[in-house]
């Protein structure tokens, strides 16, 4: 029971570092950075810059490393213009100190300590699957996907990819966990450099460690999630840094701005090339607009006739042809709610079925588990 209580306070400790935001604790983090280099028997850097946010860090990376070539403009554009232009100053092009180096939480001598093994090694490893889990596709993922456009699309040099640890530091959270958890359980404390890697991950957000230098970035100043833990703001970004970067998501998927801030004709919507983008586009408008509308406008066809409701007396059925939103061979069947709302009205809502089905009273009967003989049967609504 105290190993149980003991992983579930670490599993929340460290999915609250991974969906933290506010100011970075910078002397805390410079202190680990120091740690985490001298601990892997290197140098500790000369230079420590500061950037504000995971994009400006991104690029921040390659301009050290005299590798400004391989950022596009893409992802300049992402930058407010004014973080933009600070950068070319804040980081200097200084190539002969600007190797990106490889800093592993867990290095591969300590995954062979014996005391990491059996009971312990299976704790271990169940507590880092905790907090993956619990972090999700949260922030890690989204900036991962968001950062992905710095690059060009060619092949570069091998010794040209980013580290494990200082691109994505979200991705190394569980296994500090699993670190964390493993030290206060008594089976070892961790080295100088694991020490450091621990107290970064607690300070501040993330980081490039290179041979002379270092680029630390801010954490997040406002980040906003569904009752699912999944990004998600309906009218605004869902993750804003202090340079004024941001990401704009629909439960759990990246958005462009427009689509979330602004009312795009149907016809935008339906012609994104991305399909979860192009379904949560749509969901979007439908929620405002009304599906009616959202059909109409799209010029799906129907499926069938629109047929009465058998257990919602007044209202009716309706089967649309949606493959062309979601890839598949769908149907979005339209109905009315059975409950009144508050202003006197009845919301409107769709429901996905296959689309080997084809009769309006199919769907809606195929939805909640039921044959068609039993929906037409089933209790009118009053």
């Known amino acids: 029971m105290e190993q149980q209580a003991l992983l579930e306070s670490v599993r929340d400790e460290w999915i609250g570092h991974g969906l933290a935001v506010g100011p970075a604790d910078r002397e805390a983090a410079e202190a680990g950075v120091q740690d985490v280099y001298l601990g892997a028997g290197r140098r500790p850097p000369e230079r420590i810059i500061w950037l504000g946010s995971p994009m400006a860090g991104s690029i921040g990376a390659d301009i050290r490393a005299g590798r400004l070539q391989v950022v596009s403009r893409r992802a300049w554009r992402t930058l407010p213009e004014q973080a933009a232009d600070a950068l070319v100053d804040r980081v200097p092009d200084d190539p002969p100190e600007t190797d990106l180096i490889m800093l592993d939480p867990l290095p591969p001598g300590r995954k062979r300590d014996p005391r990491h093994r059996a009971p312990l090694d299976r704790l271990g490893r169940e507590v880092a699957t905790a907090v993956d889990t619990g972090l999700g596709k949260t922030v890690g993922q989204a900036v991962d996907q968001a950062c992905a456009t710095w690059q060009e699309a060619r092949q570069f040099p091998e010794q040209w990819a980013l580290p494990r640890l200082g691109a994505f530091p979200q991705r190394t959270l569980p296994q500090l966990a699993q670190l964390d958890f493993l030290e206060l359980l008594g089976a070892g404390e961790p080295d100088r450099h694991g020490r450091g890697l621990l107290q970064v991950a607690r300070s501040a957000g993330e980081w490039w460690p290179m041979r ?171």
């Open 212 to 382: 002379d230098s270092v680029i630390l970035t801010e954490r997040p100043t406002e980040l906003h999630r569904d009752a699912e833990g999944r990004l998600h703001h309906p009218t605004g970004p869902a993750v804003l840094y202090p340079d004024g970067w941001r990401l704009w998501a629909w439960h759990g998927v990246a958005m462009p701005r427009e689509l979330i801030e602004e009312d795009v004709p149907v016809s935008r919507a339906v012609s994104l090339r991305n399909s979860e983008q192009r379904r949560c586009a749509v969901e979007r408008l439908a929620g405002r607009a009304g599906w009616h509308r959202i059909v109409t406008e799209a010029g799906w066809p129907r499926v069938g006739r629109e047929v009465p409701d058998p257990g919602n007396p007044g209202q009716v059925l309706s089967l649309w042809c949606v493959e062309r939103l979601y890839d598949d061979h769908l149907h979005l069947l339209l109905m009315t709610n059975g409950t009144v709302e508050r202003d006197g009205t009845r919301r409107e809502f769709g429901e996905l079925v296959p689309g080997s089905i084809r009769d309006p009273i199919h769907a809606a009967a195929w939805q909640i588990g039921l044959t068609s003989a039993q929906y037409r049967q089933s209790a009118r609504r009053t």
